[in-house]
């Protein structure tokens, strides 16, 4: 369940290279932490980035004896929140929770407040899973297929939502669009579970969640999945088939998630948190919720999430310029 191009170290090998650098960089951050530590998350409650990073600070509070807060600051794609944190002291107490939006806003926006790969310093990917195609329990779709022809039915009418403007489910949607060929209508919102909402009450048609946002709904039969966007059915899901199986072949969409700091942060407290975080996510208690959800941890190297970064801005870049997929 793994994003493409990501290799994950094992956990003692993850360790072992943070504890070197971290011998190796001397004792700027031997003090570090001694205050409040704020996870900023540019979503609102209850999607991917805000649910791991819940997870994340109590076990960072646990550790460390100290408070670590999530801080909410949701709009335009969770562009709003990395200008936030960009602007930040970079001494590792303000960090920023973030998803494929991080990637897609770069890929989508003409200008940003902030450069998506210079201004942050990465510390870990700390999960991903993939995506489940949600519609009404009213619309009578009950197949990708049959979502397709209703769309080639009525060409322009249908609509799905999103989790704002150059969010990853913004960009989810745009290339289901494109892959299957229909016209629909993006109607942005403010964050997933909104989507969802608006998805359930039938005033939007479909809707790309992540599973770990929807699975609990989907289980209690309030809001239909007629299929996954991984390559393989999730086992959380057995029933519910995939995209590409479903007469879009090889179709596939990952959301994931991970930590960044501002740049300039000591390479001290990146490594730390890079340890903490990482020992956090092999916990069995979390990897064991995370699963629950439909997410996997998905722990790297600081260098390793700040390469997949760049290489994933670079292909939906590339993706959006031939889709003429824009924040306009």
Known sequence: MNPPGVHLLPAAALFAAASCAFAQAGSDAADYPNRTIRIVVGFTPGGGPDITARYLAQKLADTWKQQVIVDNRPGAGG???????????????????????????????SKLPYDTVRDFAGITMTASGPALLLVPPGLGTKSVKDLIALARSRPGQLNFSSAGVGSGSHFAGELFKSAAGIDAVHIPLKGIPEAITETMAGRVHFFMSPLASAIGLVKEGKVPAIAVTSLQRVPQLPAVPTVAESGLPGFRWDYWYGILAPAKTPRPIIVLLNQEITRALEQPEVGGRLSALGAEPAPTTPQAFDAFISKDIATLTAVARKEKITAQ
């Open 79 to 109: 562009t709003i929140a990395g200008q936030i944190v960009a602007g930040a002291n970079p001494d590792g107490y303000t960090l920023l929770s973030v998803s494929n939006a991080h990637s897609v806003a770069a890929a989508i926006y």
